[in-house]
């Protein structure tokens, strides 16, 4: 009887790690895509700013 109830709770120890594993992966590709977003957003911004300071100051001769 001991021995069924090892391999139960085996499997349950199973099924719960298998399932905490999808839900990491779920959450690191969302925060991946988040960070990709971000990123994109970011380097808008700075251009936009870029674009600002030369129309203000006129384009740089470097």
Same mark, same amino acid.
């Given at each position: 009887?001991?021995?069924?109830?090892?391999? $139960?709770?085996?499997?349950?120890? $199973? $099924?719960?790690?298998?399932?905490?594993?999808?839900?990491?992966?779920?959450?690191? =590709?969302?925060? /991946?895509? #988040?960070? =990709?977003?971000?990123?994109? /957003?970011?380097?808008? =911004?700075?251009?936009?700013?870029?674009? =600002?300071? #030369?129309?203000?100051?006129?384009?740089? #001769?470097?």
């Amino acid at each position: 009887m001991p021995n069924t109830f090892n391999v $139960l709770v085996c499997l349950l120890a $199973l $099924l719960i790690g298998i399932l905490i594993g999808e839900r990491y992966r779920k959450w690191k =590709k969302a925060r /991946e895509e #988040d960070n =990709k977003e971000n990123k994109k /957003e970011n380097n808008k =911004k700075e251009s936009n700013k870029e674009e =600002k300071k #030369d129309t203000e100051t006129g384009p740089s #001769d470097s």
